[in-house]
């Protein structure tokens, strides 16, 4: 898949090797994180940057990346960016706790791009409710973990039916 055949929208879903990713994988399946692509620039929510865009070619030379493609056929890309641009440097939510005006990737995707449905958030690892990597991640953060809270992840967006997946992004641009 070349970066030409990206269009405005576009939803990219993807994980790297990272102690965080792997955790959100082991308890939702496919991705880590999802972003949104609007003219060569990636729109995210990420630890470090908070929402924010960035170019995709300096995203992707960060870490060894597979990236997958998903469109919203219907989409209007251009109201959709002027919503992406109107959440820029808001901070991360690290709690993943809703309502507290940061945002985590996909709830950031899911607030600007309105088609998606909250699902009661998990935290287990198949064998835990909670896994030992969670358990420890919000003892740091001082709270109790939101387990069953409404939220969303980067796998519950990729699944909905309302998107069309595409295909693999070369990491190579």
Known sequence: MEKTLLQN??????SDESDFSKAIIETTEDYSHVGIYFDGMIYH??????????????YLSEGKLEVFIYRY?????????????????AEYNHSFYPDNEKFYCSQYIAQILPIFDTIPMK??????EISDYWKKYYEELGLPVP???????PSQLAKSEKLKFIGKLTTRL
């Open 73 to 89: 056929p219907v989409i209007d890309a251009k109201s959709i960016k002027e919503q992406a641009e109107r959440y820029l440097g």
């Open 45 to 58: 929510a990420t630890r470090k940057r908070g929402v924010a865009k960035q170019k995709l070619e300096d």
């Open 9 to 14: 929208g576009d939803l990219l879903f993807m």
């Open 123 to 128: 935290f287990g690892d198949g064998e835990n």
């Open 147 to 153: 387990l069953n809270l409404p939220g969303t992840n």
